[in-house]
């Protein structure tokens, strides 16, 4: 199975860089210890068309990112979600530029045009405390849950 793992993220603020520490996680453990045919890991500052355009031609995209929810806040906590759960968090979104579109938007604009995009998709999304200052370091427990998702990746990847 063509599968593509994408962290995302900025790394140098703070918390908003863990899909990419989680990404180098998994890329070292493929590259010395397991390497596993059809895997590319990659990263990526980027959402909606653009992200769209990285998951192109694979079968299967598992995406690691940071979240921020507006209710709760449980820095570290680590969500395995699907494409249906990112719909039931992430609001309608209107826009007057396509580049702003949500990746649920862009998806299916993706399938519309034609373009082979994943059947499946899989997010592993940790909750974050600080996404505004700069740093390339993440807050305490932020950093204790990257051993956790690298793991879970790593899991997903040997099924």
């Known amino acids: 199975m063509k ?3 994408i962290g995302l993220g900025n790394p140098i603020l703070t918390d908003d860089g863990v899909g990419v520490l989680v990404a180098y996680q998994v890329a070292n453990h493929l590259a010395t210890k397991k390497p596993i045919p059809d895997v590319k890991v990659t990263e990526a500052s980027v959402g909606g068309l653009r992200l769209m355009e990285l998951m192109n031609g694979y079968d299967r995209a598992i ?3 940071a979240l921020k929810l507006k209710n709760e806040n449980n820095p570290g906590r680590i969500h395995r979600m699907t494409l249906d759960d990112l719909k039931l968090i992430s609001p309608t979104q209107h826009s007057a530029s396509a580049h702003d579109t949500s990746l649920v938007t862009a ?7 034609g373009m082979y995009m994943p059947d499946e ?8 405390e600080n996404i505004i200052d700069f740093s390339d370091q993440p807050t305490q427990l932020v950093a204790e849950a990257i051993p956790s998702v690298t793991t879970a990746v790593l899991n997903e990847l040997s099924l």
């Open 121 to 128: 998709i899989i997010i592993f999304a940790i909750e974050v």
């Open 3 to 5: 599968t593509i793992v």
């Open 107 to 113: 998806l299916e604009a993706g399938q519309l045009l």
């Open 63 to 65: 995406l690691i990112d």
